[in-house]
């Protein structure tokens, strides 16, 4: 197994895949100048290469104070370097056969906190499921009101690990 991952790692293939550079420069820019964006480039370039199991880090969501300004500088980043992820990834005919998840460790609190943020809260939470068969625009559960606790439809965790492994 050594073996193999050093010659996972080291092969010409590999190499190509890393290669961002060789991308348009307009290309790099619709996915956004900045790590998460060239991150998901990386991503779909991992995944054309035959990369079965692709995962990144986007750091900096754990909001326990200021989140209106933190929200401000997470998201457009996030938002465009996503968008285009799934759009490229169904440009390039791999989005059918590819599953992205983006998912966090727990949901946060409904209310803002005394630091004008939101703790952590593990009776809520969302996750986002594109490509593979999921049909797209598709909203499954429901919380209350104040987004405190599960309406309708509950997920566990043992369902999302069903449907990334059935994916």
């Known amino acids: 197994f050594k073996q193999q991952a050093f010659e996972?790692?080291?092969?010409k293939e590999t190499k190509?895949?890393?290669?961002?550079?060789?991308?348009?420069?307009?290309?790099?820019?619709?996915?956004?100048?900045?790590?998460?964006?060239?991150?998901c480039l990386m991503a779909r370039r991992l995944v054309e290469a035959g990369v079965r199991y692709v995962t990144l880090t986007y750091g900096g969501w754990d909001m326990h104070g200021n989140i209106n300004g933190s929200i401000r500088g997470q998201m457009p980043s996030f938002d465009q370097a996503y968008a285009r992820l799934i759009r490229d990834l169904d440009d390039r005919g791999l989005l059918e056969e590819t599953l992205v998840v983006v998912m966090s460790e727990m949901g946060r609190t409904p209310k803002i906190n005394e630091n004008a943020g939101r703790?952590?809260?593990?009776?809520?939470?969302?996750?986002?499921?594109?490509?593979?068969?999921?049909?797209?625009?598709?909203?499954?559960?429901?919380?209350?009101?104040?987004?405190?606790?599960?309406?309708?439809?509950?997920?566990?965790?043992?369902?999302?690990?069903?449907?990334?492994?059935?994916?």
Request: one cysteine or more; glycine letters at 10%.
């Open 119 to 167: 703790d952590h809260w593990t009776f809520c939470d969302s996750a986002l499921f594109a490509g593979a068969g999921i049909r797209g625009g598709t909203v499954y559960g429901a919380s209350d009101s104040q987004a405190a606790y599960v309406k309708d439809k509950p997920v566990s965790t043992a369902d999302i690990c069903a449907t990334i492994y059935h994916c």
């Open 8 to 11: 996972l790692m080291t092969s």
């Open 16 to 39: 190509t895949a890393f290669d961002i550079h060789s991308e348009p420069d307009t290309l790099r820019d619709k996915y956004g100048r900045n790590t998460l964006g060239q991150s």
